[in-house]
Structures are given as structure tokens and as C-alpha cells.
């Protein structure tokens, strides 16, 4: 990817801060209405996108944020290398941390959550070693499912009805309502690090340890494999019609094709390659056919993944980028590094 003098839209149209610590996670709320960053040094920090200039600090965990999500009932949900499950929302006073649950000295490594809908109620949901525990949108807990192995990913579908989780040699689904709690077992031998489900839940992706992906088709039983990274995957964004896969690990965006059969017989598209920086971080626009992507030399860009075409969002310098999130309406992206670069971009017309 060749760039020359570009005007990167940080600088016209968004705010940055630097922290002393790791950026582990980047998330706006439910609305749409604050980002968050969830940091290395137990805090979250947040801002809102009607006043950008004032950034809030909220102490969350006595130890390190390892895992932040929206959460189902407003505000954020975070787990610690401190053993707690934590939700973070706004009173009189400001942000702050309740339990959720807590769990000792084991660290509490992913979190996940469905906001809930019309049908169906809010969801939250942790992974404590090799048990997934769910709780409703209250915080009261509903259920605990335990794993052969230490569970490396979770997600729920877009329904809320089922809960994935990855883990050594594949992957559990399991029904969210089930009384017999028996998971649907996604097997294949080796390390698997992460997961996503397709936006129409009929495919389940996880990230390996050998610089590949794994995949399910749910419908026919069919395995996808899709390899040739020459590094770990790392992140993983479906485009919003599930079109496409982006992926991390290479030194473009890897974007595999899931319509008329692929991505199996399908070579993927790179988009945004050719500076010798690896792809750290993806993350799909929520109404467009675009997908943000971020560098380890720091250079975040948005592509369009119709055209191929770029354009520049932050500059390199700022550390590999750790985190990326976009607004529900895709109108704000969020943009976290490695040195505690943290950054709000604004897409709106002007």
C-alpha cells in the first residue's frame, strides 16, 4: 500500500490522548453515545462523542482489565486479572465498577454480551479457565458450562440464543435456553485462540495457533479450512451482510469470501498491504461493505472493500494497534495501541 502526504482524518476530525498503559480493549456502549478504553493498569477510560475533549478515568480492577464488551443494560462490562466480572456505568457522581461475580484469584479472561430486543432478554456472559458462565441482564447468574480445556474465545450469535466458545482441538455451541445444557462439539485437533459466528449463525471461524483458520458450516457439517498467515490471527470482523471475513496476520487484510460457496476453492482478497507492517486489528463497518483496519507500525485506514480503496485514519507512530470499534450507527471509531494510544474518530458529514 503506497500512501503519499496523505491527510489523515484523526487530524481533522478526531481527539487522541496517550496513557502509560497498554490499550487492551476499545468498545462504545448500547447508544452508541461513549467510547471506552480498557487499559493494563486497571482503568477504563471513556469519553464521550458530544464532548470529545473531556476524557473520564474510572479505577475498575486492582490489577489488569483483560476483557471489555458493551454491556446488555448500558455502560460496559469488563473482566480482570483480579478475579472479578465487572459492569461500569454512569451515575451522578460518574462512572463506576459493580461485581457482577467474583472469582477469586482466577482471572476472568473474556467477556461477551447481547444487548437483548423485542423477543428476547439481555445477555451477559464470562469464561473463568475452562467454565463459560451466563448471567440474564440483570446480573444474576443463569448457568455454568464447562469446556474439555481453557476456553481461548466467546460469543454469542446475533440472537442471543446460542453462546461460542473456542478451546483446545475446536469449538462448543451451546443453546443459551437449553435445560439439558449438551454442547454441539466443533472438533478439529490443534490450538484454536479465537471465534466468530457469521451474522446468520450458520458458520463458526476460529483462529489457530498455526497461523490458520477453522471453520464449520453448521448446515451441511462442512470444514473450512484457510490457511498461508505468516503470523497468529489474531482478529477477526464479519462484514455486515457476512459477505466477507476480514482477518489480521498478514501485511494486508485477509478478507475471505463466504457467497456462492467460499470461502473452500475461493482465494481472498488483501486489501491495504504492501508496507512490510503486519495487520494487528480488524474491525467490519456495521452498515457499509468496509472494514477498518490497523498496523503494527501504528497506521490505522479504512478500505472499501468494493472499490479497494483507502483511506487514511490515524498515522503510524502511535504503537501496534490493539483495539479497534466502531459506533452502532459506524458514525465513531474507536482506536487503541500497544504504548496506550487512545483515539476517537469522527465519520460524520460535515
Not at 41 to 60: F, K, N, P, Y
Not at 181 to 210: C, F, Y
Not at 326 to 335: E, K, Y
Request: net charge negative; proline share 4%; with cysteine.
Amino acid at each position: 500500500m503506497s500512501i503519499t502526504a496523505p491527510d489523515f482524518l484523526l487530524d481533522s476530525r478526531g481527539v487522541h490522548r496517550a496513557f502509560d498503559a497498554f490499550v487492551v480493549g476499545a468498545a462504545f456502549d448500547q447508544p452508541g453515545h461513549t467510547a471506552a478504553f480498557a487499559l493494563g493498569d486497571g482503568t477504563l477510560r471513556l469519553v464521550a462523542r458530544d464532548d470529545l475533549q473531556t476524557w473520564h478515568t474510572a479505577e475498575i480492577h486492582d490489577g489488569a482489565i483483560l476483557a471489555l464488551a458493551r454491556d446488555a443494560g448500558g455502560g460496559f462490562l469488563t473482566g480482570g486479572d483480579d478475579g472479578k466480572l465487572r459492569r461500569v456505568q454512569r451515575d451522578a457522581e460518574g462512572w463506576a465498577g459493580q461485581d457482577v461475580a467474583r472469582y477469586g484469584s482466577k482471572w476472568v479472561e473474556h467477556v461477551a454480551s447481547f444487548p437483548g430486543g423485542r423477543n428476547a432478554p439481555g445477555l451477559l456472559a464470562c469464561s473463568v479457565g475452562r467454565t463459560v458462565h451466563i448471567f440474564d441482564g440483570d446480573g444474576k447468574q443463569l448457568k455454568s458450562l464447562d469446556h474439555p480445556s481453557t476456553v481461548t474465545g466467546l460469543t454469542f450469535d446475533t440472537k442471543g440464543k446460542r453462546i461460542a466458545a473456542s478451546h483446545y482441538n475446536g469449538a462448543s455451541l451451546w443453546f443459551v435456553a437449553s435445560k439439558s445444557d449438551n454442547a454441539r462439539k466443533l472438533e478439529w485437533k490443534g490450538s484454536h485462540t479465537g471465534i466468530i459466528m457469521s451474522p446468520d449463525g450458520d458458520v463458526v471461524v476460529t483462529a489457530m495457533q498455526e497461523n490458520s483458520l477453522h471453520g464449520w458450516r453448521l448446515s451441511d457439517q462442512q470444514h473450512m479450512r484457510m490457511s498461508g498467515y505468516p503470523q497468529k490471527t489474531q482478529s477477526l470482523s464479519f462484514s455486515k451482510g457476512g459477505k466477507f471475513l476480514a482477518s489480521s496476520g498478514a501485511e494486508a487484510v485477509v478478507l475471505w469470501p463466504f457467497t456462492g460457496g467460499g470461502p473452500m476453492g475461493k482465494a481472498p482478497t488483501e486489501l491495504a498491504g504492501g508496507d512490510g507492517y503486519a495487520c494487528t486489528f480488524v474491525a467490519c463497518h456495521p452498515e457499509f461493505e468496509a472494514v477498518a483496519a490497523g498496523f503494527s507500525d501504528g497506521l490505522v485506514v479504512l478500505g472499501d472493500i468494493p472499490s479497494e480503496r483507502i483511506l487514511p485514519v490515524a498515522p503510524p507512530g502511535n504503537g501496534s494497534i490493539s483495539a479497534l470499534a466502531w459506533s452502532a450507527d459506524g458514525t465513531h471509531l474507536a482506536i487503541g495501541s500497544e504504548t496506550g494510544f487512545a483515539a476517537v474518530v469522527d465519520f460524520t458529514k460535515k
